[in-house]
């Protein structure tokens, strides 16, 4: 700690986590975006949480109405959310005390609380603040008063769009950040309104800056490392949205529903620049049957949705598969079942995504780690499905769609764009499905191609596609559908082990929380244990050469954002417990007696509970992987 | 492919070569003796050659039910899909590929009960597609159930007092819906009829739905059975911009002047219950055509590179 000459203290450290936390309405999300943004661009690691009610706008000033955003930033790359914050813009005790039960803040957190509650003239306001703060005493929160509201109505009308870009403010002056990439983000956001609205934000944070120099005796520097590439920085939906655009999709068939929407949003303000569109079906089935009838059509289509809109398009992706049209089914994964939690992450329809389907229905299910890979994994995922005549689901989750991280630029390929299928006359006597008998592969043939008339059906078909209940005419269907899984899979490679080849613990994780298990990991090397982690990225097929991996190791354990049932628990025996949907695939994939830690708690899981679990998996007597 | 289809690989689909409606039967229907989806193929062969449809350029659509077969003995490509949802897949097909000529063939339970939802749609869509709904007032493929078609007190096997629901109309609820730019009714007993009435959907720049009145032979021979016997009962909807078939003037004595732009009088017409209408209740060929709406221009490869690594500016750090 050095005293800078006004007496100020600037403490350097690696990283910081900082809360936003408001009534919804209030501007926490262009607050936290902006403030996000410009860490990113001062050359800091950055990943930022959403705090989002069910509700558009619940009654505010309640623990309910909780609406906000987490910051993590540092000097090296930040993969995930981290465990607590360390200081806190809150704008009323009721939306703190949220934050405090789900015990999200340090305990010697900083807390900037609006100042106008404690003296509110409303006794019943007054008298929640005091039992807010009595609750809250548990905890050593350096708690300072601040007069968000008073300040912004020195400049605008109605505090409510003026107190974020004074806490804005706050925080610029805290952390030291650029004015002008400031300056620049906000004429960004508000584009689209009068310049007044630009100059008045910006009034607000110069005010915000000037309140903390005058008023806070400490400062945060966070280092930032020079980068020499070019980088990015957005959401998972966005990257999914310009991943989908580089990908050369045409179409995207949807219906809004929660966290996948924004995908749509997103792809519905540029895609028209790219000779495609968004076609806002009348529910979740029919989008999928518009995007199956432009791919069988020969445009490159996706469906884009979240777990209750997947369970309704059940039918018709068996449909897509038995007649071997190729389609991009992306799944931003939130809380189930049912209605669940919509706006939460959950890492549940990886079992639904490969068998929700009457039948045998072999598709590829591939889930993207981070949010680089939700913009290259629509790249991947048309390729394999055009390759394959497959579907192929691309499982995200809310974590990734809201959660914002910088990547280094994609350098874009102009054969991402090329068109799907040479439109040729069909050669004479090529049938529909003339299955390769090793791979199962087929040529596909569009309307359009001339001597290419022929009927697809869901109904069990030959080579010709010609209903056919025949025994055997079923099993080679059957059988071809299935074998370019397993060819597909002979592309694959193993996948890489973070951390020693070898050891006592290896976790499996798949898709977003690779960041959080990483540094779970990373804390356990470092007192030396013997752990190490691989992240899957293809779940089917299954990547090649776990059963290997796993003999490495005394125990493996999976950790996922689902249910399983915990050792221990009434009924609860070796007979009786479930487990997590990806240990239960690794089960019975390796014959491996693997065990899991899962949670759902409706949040992204904390390296410090997945490093408290790795410890106690280690330290249990109980057998490990059998021999 | 079949036999028919092999014939047709030496032909070129220029002007020169002629298709006679065989050409457009790609195998002979397999629907029970006296079924009316087998009328139905024949008005639509007789309406592709009459167009020379291009057979590569033609896709029929369907869902699941008896008629949902059709696709597979017309000699164009075909999409036999799942149970309801022939629109949507329809849907996808004509707004990214316009130049393709779309046909959907449903059967009532198809269009008016699993899949009502998308029927509403896609009429408000107004996709330019021939759609026709041959509407036997039952589920047969499935054996005999009642469908929402089935008029009131018909007895089947889910309803053996009788169907408890008056019966839903598809032409009311149709004409009911915002943009809806075609509703006609024809039947199979009247061939000349259908195939004038297919041809006018044909031409009609929109979604063209017609309902297509059919007898199950198994489970409802005799629904229209009044109608078939007495062509008293029916009435022939005629007007310039409808349909008027002159070889029917002898048989059908009652024929009514109705302008198909008249969506009031259209309306009226479908809720009287007193006679059997036959003929186009509603047209207008100047409605929004979604697949127009949404047609954008076309960007090449470089192009769409570009523009991207534009976009890119935006989230540049």
Redesign the interface.
């Known amino acids: 700690m050095s005293k800078a000459a006004n007496s100020v203290d600037i403490q350097e450290v690696p990283e910081h986590t900082v809360e936003i936390i408001t009534n919804s309405g209030e501007g926490a999300q262009k607050c936290a975006q902006i403030f996000g943004q410009t860490c990113?661009?001062m050359g800091n690691g950055v990943w930022t949480v959403e705090i989002i009610p069910a509700e558009i706008e619940p009654p505010h000033h309640t623990v309910t109405s909780t609406s906000g955003n987490i910051i993590r930033f540092g000097k090296d790359k930040i993969t995930n959310w981290g465990d607590q914050s360390k200081l806190a813009i809150a704008f009323n005790d009721q939306v703190l005390l949220s934050r405090h039960r789900l015990d999200s803040l340090r305990d010697d957190c900083i807390i900037l609380l609006e100042a106008a509650w404690e003296k509110s003239e409303d006794e019943e306001l007054r008298r929640m603040y005091d039992e807010a703060m009595e609750e809250m005493s548990s905890k050593n929160y350096k708690f300072i008063l601040v007069p968000y509201e008073e300040e912004a109505l020195k400049i605008v009308d109605n505090p409510n769009h003026g107190k974020n870009m004074f806490a804005l403010g706050i925080l610029a002056e805290i952390y030291g950040r650029d004015l002008s990439i400031i300056e620049k983000q906000i004429a960004?956001i508000f584009r689209f309104k009068p310049q007044k609205i630009t100059d008045n934000n910006i009034k607000l944070v110069e005010s915000g800056m000037a309140w903390a120099k005058k008023n806070l005796d400490f400062r945060f520097h966070i280092p930032s490392v020079p980068f020499d590439e070019?980088?990015?920085?957005?959401n998972g939906n966005?990257a999914s949205a310009?991943g989908a655009?580089?990908a050369?999709f045409?179409?995207c068939?949807m219906y809004p529903i929660t966290p996948a929407t924004s995908v749509s949003h997103d792809l519905a303000e540029?895609i028209?620049?790219?000779?495609?569109?968004v076609?806002q079906?009348?529910?979740e089935?029919?989008?999928?049957?518009?995007?199956?009838?432009?791919?069988?059509?020969?445009?490159t289509?996706l469906t884009v949705t979240s777990g209750p809109g997947m369970a309704l398009k059940t039918?018709?992706l068996a449909?897509a598969i038995m007649i071997e049209v190729p389609l991009v089914v992306l799944d931003v994964q939130r809380g189930g079942p049912s209605t669940g939690l919509p706006t939460k992450v959950e890492q549940a329809d990886l079992l639904s995504s490969i068998y929700g389907q009457p039948g045998d229905a072999p598709r590829v299910v591939l889930a993207a780690r981070t949010i680089e890979e939700c913009f290259h994994s629509m790249i991947t995922a048309r390729r394999i499905a055009e390759t394959f005549r497959m579907v192929v689901i691309v499982l995200t989750d809310a974590n990734l769609a809201t959660g914002v991280q910088?990547f280094t630029?994609?350098e874009?390929?102009?054969?991402w764009?090329?068109g799907a299928i040479d439109q040729s006359p069909v050669p004479?006597g090529l049938?529909p499905y003339e299955w390769d008998p090793e791979t199962g592969l087929s040529k596909r043939v569009i309307?359009?191609?001339?001597?290419?008339?022929?009927?697809?059906?869901?109904?069990a078909h030959d080579e010709?596609s010609?209903?056919s209940y025949h025994p055997s005419s079923n099993e080679l269907g059957m059988k071809m559908r299935s074998r370019k899984l397993a060819v597909f899979q002979s592309t694959l490679k193993p996948p890489e082990i973070y951390g020693d080849e070898e050891g006592d613990l290896l976790v499996v994780g798949w898709g977003s929380t690779q960041g959080a298990i990483v540094d779970a990991v990373d804390r356990a090397r470092a007192e030396g244990r013997k752990v190490s982690t691989v992240q899957l990225t293809f779940l089917s097929p299954l990547e090649p050469g776990l059963k290997e991996i796993f003999s490495r190791f005394d125990k493996v354990m999976t950790v996922e954002i689902n249910y399983s049932d915990t050792p221990g628990d009434p009924y609860i025996t070796e007979e009786t417990r479930r487990y997590g949907q990806l240990a239960w695939l690794l089960r019975a994939h390796t014959l491996v007696d693997i065990d899991c830690w899962t949670s759902c708690p409706g949040q992204p899981l904390r390296p410090r509970d997945i490093y408290n679990n790795i410890i106690a998996k280690l330290e249990s007597t109980e057998e490990g992987v059998a021999a | 492919?079949?036999s028919i289809?092999l014939s047709?690989?030496d032909l070129e689909?220029d002007s020169t070569v002629c298709l006679q409606a065989d050409d457009y039967q790609?195998r002979p229907g397999k629907w029970c003796a006296g079924c009316g989806d087998f009328g139905a193929l024949n008005a639509v062969k007789r309406l592709l050659a009459k167009e020379q449809l291009q057979?590569?350029?033609?896709?029929?659509?369907s869902g699941?039910g008896c008629s949902s077969r059709f696709?597979?003995y017309v000699?164009?490509?075909?999409?036999?899909?799942?149970h309801g949802?022939a629109?949507?897949?329809?849907?996808?097909?004509?707004?990214?590929?316009p130049?393709?000529d779309v046909f959907v063939t449903m059967g009532d339970g198809d269009c008016t009960s699993i899949g009502a939802?998308?029927w509403?749609?896609a009429t408000r869509y107004n996709c330019n597609m021939v759609v026709l709904m041959l509407d036997n007032n039952i589920y047969g493929l499935t054996k005999n159930q009642t469908s929402p078609t089935t008029p009131q007190g018909y007895k089947s096997m889910t309803s053996p007092k009788g169907a408890h629901l008056p019966a839903l109309d598809p032409l009311q609820a149709t004409l009911g819906v915002s943009n809806a730019s075609f509703v006609a009714q024809t039947a199979d007993w009247v061939p000349a009829h259908m195939f004038a009435t297919m041809q006018a959907a044909y031409e009609h720049p929109g979604f063209s739905f017609v309902r297509i009145l059919q007898r199950c032979p198994k489970f409802t021979p005799d629904v229209f059975l009044d109608a078939v016997q007495n062509p008293d009962l029916v009435e022939l909807l005629v007007h310039e911009n409808g349909v008027d078939v002159p070889s029917l003037q002898q048989l059908f004595k009652s024929r009514r002047r109705h302008d198909p732009l008249n969506l009031d009088d259209a309306r009226s017409l479908a809720r009287r219950n007193d006679m059997l209408r036959l003929g186009i209740f509603f047209r207008d060929d100047s409605l929004p055509v979604y697949e127009d709406l949404?047609a954008?221009?076309?960007?090449s490869?470089?192009e769409?590179?570009n523009?991207?690594?534009k976009?890119?500016e935006?989230?540049?750090?």
Not at chain 1, 272 to 277: A, C, K, S
Not at chain 1, 287 to 299: D, F, H, Q, T
Not at chain 2, 296 to 299: A, I
């Open positions: 990113a661009k960004n070019q980088r990015i920085v957005m966005q310009l655009v580089a050369g045409e179409l068939a540029i028209e620049n790219y000779g495609g569109f076609h079906s009348e529910d089935i029919a989008a999928a049957g518009v995007a199956i009838g432009a791919s069988y059509a020969g445009k289509a039918e018709f449909l910088q630029r994609p874009l390929d102009v054969r764009q090329q004479e049938r309307p359009g191609m001339k001597n290419g008339q022929h009927t697809v059906t869901g109904l010709e010609l209903v | 492919m079949s289809a047709l690989l689909t790609k057979p590569e350029k033609t896709v029929f659509v699941i696709p597979h000699n164009t490509y075909g999409f036999h899909g799942i949802r629109l949507p897949v329809a849907t996808g097909i004509k707004i990214t590929r130049e393709l939802g998308h509403i749609h949404r954008v221009p076309k960007v490869a470089e769409k590179v523009r991207l690594n976009e890119f935006r989230y540049a750090v």
